[in-house]
């Protein structure tokens, strides 16, 4: 005999989640391919942008390790977007700065992000929107803030752009 399934108490939020977020990126990638761009280095411009950072800190805000940070200010370097210079209050360090054309993209970008966010927003009502975005931001900020401790390391979702 086949044992049955357990039932279902609760709606799958683990699925509801981890779908659209995926989507979400899909469509986001999608969009900012189309100026050559990835969410990663729209990132790092806009969090570069913001003020004088290291490529630690920028790391550390889009979520990414060494090696993929190194990668996506490369790219961002080889398309004029950015550059690596000396920090102006502390020598031994380095900051990401971004160039006049990266700055001229990131706006560019944003718009794109922002369209995007705005998509998925709009097929929604205004009220299941605004509600939508507050719980995310109450479970964000407060159930759902910071991982438990896995005994094995479990994949890291990519923290929201600030």
């Given at each position: 005999m086949t044992a049955m399934a357990p039932a279902r108490t609760e709606p799958d939020l683990s699925f509801l989640l981890d779908h659209t977020s995926h989507v979400l990126r899909t469509r986001m990638a999608a969009a900012l391919a189309e100026i050559g761009l990835t969410a990663r280095m729209h990132c790092v411009l806009v969090h570069a942008m913001a003020e004088e950072r290291t490529q630690i800190q920028l790391a550390e805000l889009g979520?990414?390790?060494?090696?993929t940070m190194v990668v996506t200010v490369d790219a961002l370097e080889k398309e004029g977007l950015a550059e690596r210079r000396p920090s102006s209050t502390d020598r031994r360090a380095r900051i990401i700065?971004?160039?006049?054309?990266?700055?001229?993209?990131?706006?560019?970008?944003?718009?794109?992000?922002?369209?995007?966010?705005?998509?998925?927003?709009?097929?929604?009502?205004?009220?299941?929107?605004?509600?939508?975005?507050?719980?995310?931001?109450?479970?964000?900020?407060?159930?759902?803030?910071?991982?438990?401790?896995?005994?094995?390391?479990?994949?890291?979702?990519?923290?929201?752009?600030k």
């Open positions: 979520d990414m390790d060494k090696t700065a971004v160039t006049e054309k990266g700055a001229e993209v990131a706006r560019q970008s944003q718009q794109i992000v922002d369209g995007v966010h705005k998509a998925a927003l709009d097929s929604l009502s205004e009220d299941e929107s605004a509600t939508l975005v507050q719980i995310m931001n109450r479970l964000a900020t407060g159930h759902l803030a910071a991982p438990s401790e896995a005994p094995q390391a479990a994949r890291r979702a990519r923290q929201r752009m």
